[in-house]
T-cell receptor
Framework: EAGVTQFPSHSVIEKGQTVTLRCDPI?????LYWYRRVMGKEIKFLLH????????ESGMPNNRFLAERTGGTYSTLKVQPAELEDSGVYFC?????????????FGPGTRLLVL | AQSVTQLGSHVSVSEGALVLLRCNYS??????LFWYVQYPNQGLQLLLK????ATLVKGINGFEAEFKKSETSFHLTKPSAHMSDAAEYFC??????????WGAGTKLIIKP
């Protein structure tokens, strides 16, 4: 069974440009999460989808970030326009709702560098 | 509000020695607790989790952690370190609403 995949693995862009990150969750997982780790800091929650609906987006830093989950499958996270402080590693995770707390499985992350 | 504190951004142990990575949490409700590991150039992998069953939790690769409510701790241990254990380890807590709150991470260095 394929794990969570993320694309691209690395992205280097200039300040003011737009970047779109993609996450493909494990097949059948209805929960999808985005997290971010800014260099030297702890990993922070960004948002949580249940199928195609945003369940919790309390961690989204500002309106330059837009997340979508088309048809409840893959998800994209767009940053427009990118700022220097957006640099970091963006992790995606997915889980299956089966009662109780289900383990979140993580992808390898996308390393974003904004110059 | 929940929070996680990991003592030591870097921990260095000799190969074959005991590994002890410390994690303290704060939570207003019975927590779910996790340890994840990130090997170089890889994603986050679940080592073990506590979800209110046995307080001593065994994970992969010989790691285990003990939930101590009185100390609000969930320290990670391994009796004998191996070179392949070199990685960054993260402790995380959840109150059950799915969002994980993370510690700052501890890089484990294994000396030959």
């Amino acid at each position: 069974e394929a794990g969570v995949t993320q694309f691209p693995s690395h992205s280097v862009i200039e300040k003011g440009q737009t970047v779109t990150l993609r996450c493909d969750p494990i097949s059948g997982h209805d929960n999808l999460y985005w997290y971010r780790r800014v260099m030297g800091k702890e990993i922070k929650f960004l948002l949580h989808f249940v199928k195609e609906s945003k369940q919790d987006e309390s961690g989204m830093p500002n309106n330059r970030f837009l997340a979508e989950r088309t048809g409840g499958t893959y998800s994209t996270l767009k940053v427009q326009p990118a700022e220097l402080e957006d640099s970091g590693v963006y992790f995606c995770a997915s889980s299956f709702t089966a009662g109780g707390y289900e383990t979140q499985y993580f992808g390898p992350g996308t390393r974003l560098l904004v110059l | 509000a929940q929070s996680v504190t990991q003592l030591g951004s870097h921990v260095s142990v000799s190969e074959g020695a005991l590994v002890l990575l410390r994690c303290n949490y704060s939570s207003s409700v019975p927590p779910y607790l996790f340890w994840y590991v990130q090997y170089p150039n890889q994603g986050l992998q679940l080592l073990l989790k506590y979800t209110s069953a046995a307080t001593l939790v065994k994970g992969i690769n010989g790691f285990e952690a003990e939930f101590k409510k009185s100390e609000t701790s969930f320290h990670l241990t391994k009796p004998s370190a191996h070179m392949s254990d070199a990685a960054e380890y993260f402790c995380a807590v959840s109150d059950g609403n799915y969002q994980l709150i993370w510690g700052a991470g501890t890089k484990l260095i294994i000396k030959p």
